[in-house]
């Protein structure tokens, strides 16, 4: 990209950033490049052509009024895929490289490493950064991550990060791994699970064997699963002395477990205090909009176009956890496959109604509005629409509280199904047929009879 196009570039989404979340800022646009200025023409690259229709679906409009602000004779932005050459001379503005291809060229071929690195240690190309969604569950995550395989030893150590089984802990581990071997090749990395400490150790023991060998006497290590350390005296105590000896040389130390140290049953106060020397960081499972970017990323790894309704039908009914996500998504691509169909629609809900039981199937945000515009004889449109009219507020309002009492989404998502709404008027509109429900009876039928449509539905 030309001085030009970068600093033109860097003016729009700093302008973006501020209209946009911090999520769907890094999920949709943290890869975006300005290829092109050309007469009142703005051409702006995109990684793949998922996030180019989503950009143009939800974000066309804000990106124009950014880049306007920087430059007031663009009047049309598009959008385009293409991998411009990369022997274009620089300072062209053809000389635009994918993001994600210039990240995977570190990883492009194990082979070219000393793969000699430590132990059983090798590149795995299935986790890195460039491939790891972004979102407000994650982020703070992530960036310690990044910022651990960048500088080992010294931000950050140990690093302990905590969440619920499928939610991304291990994707990192070996994010951070794969980066510091990819920086470092002659670096001594060790990834391993508490299991397989806890067996080393005791075999060690049988054997008469030197334990410190292997734990010891490396640069970084990642141990996973450490929830598993509990209850096991002995090996806490091994585990203990091998933790000091590596901090005590800037030897960088990673962990992974399901709950904070602080919620670790019987592990000793000395080692709760360490894990919580450096950064302790969560991960929760994936907002909606972060369910939908995991989606259309897996989607593109298959080479499958991925509709915006396929997506959000399985993000609704999947929210557990990343793995059962993308395995119902597998599910779907595997099923098209077999019998020939494109994926669309009514095949994700024919294949997804073989794993999910009616009383797991959960009510959409559209179904919701729809439904409540049906009871109160108004339109969709309507509801979703900027209308004051009293016959048209109330509606609105009751299908606001019952998307949050009945569908547990945040204001920010209720906000976005009604159009982009400040999540402030949510907030209000929840409260308000929260309490009016509680006195007034009739409106309490209302409400209760709109739920009763959609179980039906």
């Not at 990209?1 to 700093?14: A, P, Q, Y």
């Not at 702006?44 to 998922?50: E, G, M, S």
């Not at 993001?99 to 059983?120: N, T, V």
């Not at 907030?427 to 929260?434: A, L, Q, Y």
Request: a neutral charge; hydrophobic letters at 35%; aromatic letters at 8%.
């Amino acid at each position: 990209m030309s001085t030009k196009l970068e600093t033109v570039w860097g003016s729009v989404l700093g302008e973006l950033e501020i209209v946009l979340s911090q999520a769907n800022f890094q999920t949709w646009l943290k890869g975006t490049e300005l290829a092109e200025l050309e007469g009142d023409k703005a051409v702006i690259f995109v990684p793949n052509i998922f996030t180019r229709q989503w950009i143009q679906d939800k974000y066309h409009q804000q990106i124009l009024s950014a880049i306007r602000k920087v430059d007031a004779e663009i009047r049309s932005v598009e959008y385009t895929t293409k991998k411009l050459s990369i022997d274009t001379p620089p300072g062209s503005d053809s000389s635009i490289s994918l993001p994600l291809e210039r990240a995977s060229k570190k990883y492009s071929s194990p082979s070219q490493y000393s793969l000699e690195s430590y132990g059983e240690f090798r590149p795995n190309q299935k986790y890195r950064f460039d491939n790891f969604i972004t979102g407000s569950s994650n982020k703070l995550a992530f960036s310690a991550a990044q910022l651990v395989s960048e500088k080992p030893g010294e931000m950050y150590n140990p690093l302990f990060l905590y969440g619920p089984a499928g939610v991304g802990k291990t994707h990192l581990l070996w994010a951070i791994s794969n980066e510091i071997h990819a920086r470092q090749p002659n670096c001594k990395i060790l990834y391993s699970t508490s299991e397989e400490f806890i067996n080393t150790f005791l075999s060690a023991i049988r054997k008469g064997e030197k334990f410190t060998d292997k734990y010891r006497k490396v640069d970084v290590l990642l141990v996973d699963d450490m929830q598993f350390l509990a209850g096991k005296e002995k090996t806490q105590e091994e585990f203990f002395h091998t933790f000091n000896a590596l901090h005590q040389y800037n030897k960088q130390i990673v962990l992974c477990s399901d709950r904070p140290p602080k919620e670790i049953p019987t592990l000793e106060e000395r080692l709760r205090s360490r894990f919580e020397w450096g950064m302790v960081a969560d991960i929760q499972p994936p907002d909606f909009e972060t369910r939908v970017a995991i989606l259309m990323n897996k989607a593109a790894s298959h080479s499958i176009e991925l509709s915006m309704d396929v997506a959000e039908f399985i993000a609704t009914h999947i929210d557990n956890n990343i793995r059962e996500l993308e395995g119902a998504l597998t599910k779907v691509i595997a099923y098209s496959r077999l019998h020939g169909q494109s994926v669309d629609l009514p095949l994700a809900q024919e294949v997804l109604g073989m794993y999910i039981s009616k009383s797991q199937v959960k009510i959409s945000p559209k179904v919701v509005l729809q439904k409540t515009a049906d009871y109160y004889e108004i339109s969709y449109n309507d509801i979703v629409g900027t209308k004051r009219s009293r016959e048209i507020v109330l509606p609105r309002q009751v299908a606001m509280f019952i998307m949050r009492e009945e569908l547990s989404l945040s204001f920010p998502r209720i906000a976005k199904s009604l159009g982009g709404k400040d999540h402030t008027t949510i907030m209000h509109g929840v409260n308000k047929i929260r309490t009016l429900s509680a006195r007034d009876s009739v409106l309490g039928q209302d409400v209760q009879s709109i739920k009763k449509l959609l179980v039906a539905q």
